[in-house]
């Protein structure tokens, strides 16, 4: 599958077969979140993979009741380990993070796998499901296993791209 395929693939996947994902298939996706970029290439940050039934449970819980999150075979938590450090541009490192796991959306389409970001939860809760220390912070829960329905090629609501490109100068 080209970069391309794996992008139109790609889509929330909110239900999950009940299948172990096989260890070489996760850590191809791991791997792509390792091989992203990072600032200064830091790479301060750290992926939590939770395939423990309960802890993926309090994690459903902490993601505002999302059920579907303790419901996949694992979920991936990515962790800032130096949230506070902010780039010269103003924007804080643990984009770093952001980065990565969108690396490992891909990288789990191509091996048929499905993801959802759940950037909804509650950040005390997941912390403390995980044993994470306090100065980390949690920046996506990303629970990831085999869609019910495979990934297609298919329309995606999206905003046209003269709406969201300009050329040279900034235009509204
Ligand atoms: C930062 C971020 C946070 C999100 N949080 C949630 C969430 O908490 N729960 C959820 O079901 N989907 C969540 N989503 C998924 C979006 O709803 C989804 O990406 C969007 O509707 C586009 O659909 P698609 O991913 O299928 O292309 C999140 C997406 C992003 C990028």
Redesign the pocket.
Known sequence: MNVEEAIKRR??T?EYENKPIPVEKLERVLNAARLAPSAHNMQDRKFVVVKDKKTKKELAKA?NY?FFVGEAPVVIVGVATEPEHILSSGIPSWIDVVIAMDHITLAATEEGLGT?????FDQTAAKEALKIPERYRVIELMPLGYPIRPLGIRA?DRKSLNEIVCFDKFKK
Do not use: D, F, L, N
Not at 116 to 120: L, N, R
């Open positions: 889509r929330s909110r993601a999302q959802c970001w759940i950037g909804a995606k």
